[in-house]
């Protein structure tokens, strides 16, 4: 019983290692700091279910990097899919997508990732969990014990505040009847004007996150802008042309 405080912390640490990862491969993808957590707090709860899972399961195979690594894949792979697969039956929406990538599964997982996945869960094993044990070790059970706890509960209204805005989204576009254009542009207009700071930091995080009807609208705008744009710019050279020919 006393060992659940330390895998909850463990799985806390890789949590937000799993957040790091995210936000550097973003940095370098976009130049620009996003912070792609499902949550308000720096941590990716899908890294920390992971490790934890393996250090349950694998950790007896390390001694046999070939069949720790392969295993590694395999459990990195299953969570990653079903994740995916929930999410998008509980939000409508799919928070990730590999289609474009090859040799991927439904979109859910591909070879690119599974890889690294692998790598990291052989490392996980062999060299950080272990480091990290004896730093937890350091620390007396009581203390490890009300960190836990004061952890747990940030973590719990964490989750209920992502919830419930998650939900909320969810249901903004139930009353729109499908050919409801104008109804569902009010709507996002709305939306846009009223979401708060951690929506619109999800929606930069993860793009697909958003409803496709949204999406489209957006998209639209975009467009629009642009062809704004470009009729602003013609009439400039046809003004131009104008006086040459004067």
């Given amino acids: 019983m006393n060992e659940i405080y330390y895998y909850f912390l463990l799985f806390l640490i890789y949590s937000f290692i799993g957040w790091l990862i995210e936000v550097i491969g973003k940095l370098i993808e976009k130049h620009k700091f996003i912070n792609r957590g499902f949550l308000v707090g720096p941590i990716c709860p899908i890294y920390g279910h992971g490790c934890i899972l393996m250090i349950l399961t694998l950790s007896r195979y390390k ?53 690294p996945f692998g790598i990291l869960g052989s490392l996980v094993i062999c060299v950080i969990n272990p480091f990290f044990e004896y730093i937890l070790s350091l620390f007396s059970f009581k203390v490890i014990k009300i960190t836990a706890i004061i952890l747990f509960i940030i973590y719990i209204i964490d989750n209920i505040v992502s919830l419930t805005i998650m939900f909320g ?54 467009v629009e802008k642009e062809l704004k744009k470009y009729m602003k710019k013609d009439k400039i050279n046809v003004k131009k042309d104008k006086k040459n020919l004067k």
Avoid: H, Q
């Fill in 169 to 222: 989204f969810k249901g903004t576009f139930k009353t729109v009847e499908k050919d409801g254009t104008e109804e569902i542009t009010k709507k996002v207009k709305n939306i846009l004007i009223n979401k708060n700071i951690l929506y619109k930091r999800l929606v930069e995080a993860f793009p697909n996150f958003m409803n496709p009807k949204e999406r489209l609208l957006l998209i639209k705008a975009k």
């Fill in 63 to 115: 001694d046999n990097p070939l069949i720790l690594f392969i295993n590694a894949i395999f459990i990195c792979s299953l969570l990653e899919y079903f994740t995916s697969y929930f999410m998008e039956k509980i939000f409508k929406a799919r928070w990730w997508d590999y289609s474009t990538k090859k040799f991927n599964l439904n979109g859910r997982i591909c070879v690119e990732t599974m890889i």
